[in-house]
Each structure stands twice: as structure tokens, then as C-alpha cells.
């Protein structure tokens, strides 16, 4: 898993000479350690041939000291948006659940997730092989990343899926895989713990999931599926009230109750 640091060459995001190289991470460490506290060794993924075993997930050497150490805010926030999820209302309207994020800051969270996208684009490494963008992509993704521009809804679109806690996947993670949406845009599935967060590799519009998409403003919808069973009993037993199911009512529209997961190519 060990790769060499580079010598030589440019900062693959602001493209300045750098005698050394930072350690990067593709995905940032605090998503390994939530995912296995204790220490224990985790797998990134159960295919072969990714994988791999290892305590701090994959990194690479391919950004200067600067460039590495700005993006951290970014991942300070992430961790502590995610950590937060217990937080998040949680609305029932049609027989699915979604969580409703009635308070983030949109530009930490989205430039989050374009560096895991400009990251998982740029490394060589063997678990992202994936993802590839077309050079034009590319460049504006570096670009914005590298500005801190976190750009509208249809740039690098994001959206951010929940799935029930880990049930005996607790070691185990995915690589990326592209699905393709109904306009044609290729996007991204990132496997982020409990979190599946699907970006699109364009600035093109789309109509994928709209009401799904980070913006600006709050809310954020969070798909998390249908309503599970044990869920359904706790709630008839904690009898939460229907002022808040027909609050739910009214911030979502059951046009897109129906939204499941997407194909994968
Ligand atoms: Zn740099």
C-alpha cells in the first residue's frame, strides 16, 4: 500500500514547484477511525484485487504542505457534520425515512467533497482507479478546489445518502463506482461509512434527485430508505407526535418519496 513520495514535479493542485510533499489522504483518516475505534485493522474493501488492510486508509504524496494543510478545515468540518447525525430530524412521509438537515454550512461541506472527488480523480493509487473525469472536469474541479469556490447546486453536484448502521460491514469499505444519471452525467458513489455520498464529476445541469442535492440553503434531505421495522415499533412506542409526521408532510413532496438507489455502471 506504501508508495514512494514523488520527487520532483508540481502540486497537483496549485500546480507550484514543492520540494516536499505532503501526506494526503484520498479520504480523510477520521472516516477509518469511526469506522473501526477500537484500532483494529480495517479492511478498505472486500474485493479483490483492493484489497487491503490497513489503520489509516489511503493516502498518497501528491499535494504541496500549503495546499494539504487548507483542506483540512474542510475536514474538520465533514467529521463534525457526520458525527452530528443523531442530531438530524427524522421525517416518515410514505413509508421512507429521510433525515432533514435543518442547519450546515454549505460551502466547508460541499468543498469537502470536491476534494475527495479532486483526490480520488488525482492519485494514482490503485482503489481509485475509478474515477476518471474528462480533462475540461478536471481542470475546473482543480480549479474551484483550489479557489475555494464551492460553486452552486449543479457544480459538482452532491448528494449525501444514509444507510442503517453498520451490520456486520464494520470493516469493510468500497471503492468508488460511477453510475450515470437519466441527463448522461457521470457521478461518483463514495463510500463514507454510514454515509454513501454520491458527486457529479460536471458543472452541467441535472435533474437527478433534485430535491436531494446540497444547496446552499437549508434544508438538506437525506435519503435514508424505507422505513425499518424496528424503527416503526420504537415509534409506536415512544409515540412521537403527529405534529411533527405532518411537518414532514409539508417539506416533503411525495413526488420524490420515491427515490431509491441508483444504478451503478
Ligand atoms: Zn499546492
Redesign the pocket.
Known amino acids: 500500500m506504501k508508495k514512494k513520495p514523488r520527487l520532483g514535479g508540481?502540486?497537483?493542485?496549485?500546480?507550484?514547484p514543492?520540494e516536499k510533499f505532503s501526506k494526503s489522504h484520498i479520504q480523510p483518516h477520521w472516516l477509518v477511525r469511526d469506522r473501526a475505534p477500537t484500532g483494529d485493522f480495517y479492511v478498505i474493501s472486500s474485493d479483490d484485487p483492493f484489497k487491503r488492510q490497513q489503520r489509516t486508509g489511503i493516502y498518497d504524496f501528491f499535494?504541496?504542505?500549503?495546499?494539504?494543510d487548507n483542506s483540512s478545515q474542510y475536514d474538520d468540518y465533514a467529521a463534525s457534520f457526520f458525527r452530528s447525525a443523531d442530531q438530524w430530524k427524522v421525517e416518515m412521509p410514505h413509508g421512507f425515512t429521510f433525515r432533514v438537515v435543518l442547519s450546515y454550512d454549505y460551502r466547508r461541506l460541499k468543498l469537502f467533497m470536491m476534494n475527495v472527488l479532486f483526490r480520488s480523480a488525482a492519485t494514482t493509487q490503485a482503489f481509485f482507479e475509478a474515477v476518471k473525469l474528462e480533462p475540461t472536469n478536471f481542470d475546473k474541479l482543480r480549479e474551484m478546489v483550489?479557489s475555494e469556490q464551492p460553486g452552486d447546486i449543479d457544480d459538482f453536484a452532491v448528494i449525501i445518502n444514509m444507510r442503517t448502521k453498520f451490520a456486520g460491514l464494520e470493516r469493510v469499505g468500497e471503492a468508488p463506482k460511477r453510475f450515470t444519471d437519466e441527463d448522461g452525467n457521470s457521478w461518483y458513489r463514495f463510500d463514507l461509512n454510514e454515509f454513501p455520498c454520491d458527486i457529479k464529476t460536471n458543472c452541467a445541469p441535472s435533474n437527478h434527485s433534485k430535491e436531494l442535492i446540497l444547496k446552499p440553503t437549508p434544508p438538506l434531505l437525506i435519503y435514508e430508505g424505507p422505513i425499518a421495522l424496528e424503527r416503526m415499533e420504537r415509534l409506536r412506542k415512544t409515540a412521537i407526535d403527529r405534529v411533527e409526521r405532518e411537518q414532514a408532510q409539508c417539506v416533503i413532496d411525495p413526488k420524490f418519496a420515491k427515490v431509491g438507489t441508483p444504478q451503478l455502471d
Open positions: 508540481g502540486c497537483k493542485l496549485c500546480n507550484q514543492t499535494l504541496c504542505p500549503t495546499c494539504e483550489r
